[in-house]
């Protein structure tokens, strides 16, 4: 059996607790789920590394984005985030 590893970096705009180390929310439907480290924060940005357990489309963007929803960091996405994948 064969298996991919998704594992990317990020800089999200806002700040992202550290306590913070799954998000899982439903995407189209669909049961989603991306595991996240915090690396690095400061008042206006975080750092993080984030693994991709069900591959959806835009995951990590629609992610960020449910987060800051929910009133766990404040302006987590824009246009301008930078995604780097690093596996």
Do not use: M
Request: hydrophobic content about 35%; charged content about 30%; proline content about 2%.
């Amino acid at each position: 059996e064969r298996s991919i590893t998704k594992l990317y970096q990020a800089i999200a705009w806002g700040r992202i607790p550290e306590a913070l180390h799954e998000i899982r929310a439903p995407i189209e439907g669909e049961d989603a789920l991306t595991k996240l480290q915090v690396l690095d924060a400061n008042s206006s940005a975080t750092h993080v590394k984030l693994l991709i357990e069900t591959g959806r489309t835009h995951q990590i963007r629609k992610h960020l984005q449910h987060r800051q929803r929910k009133g766990h960091s404040q302006n987590v996405h824009r246009k301008r985030d930078i995604f780097r994948k690093t596996a």
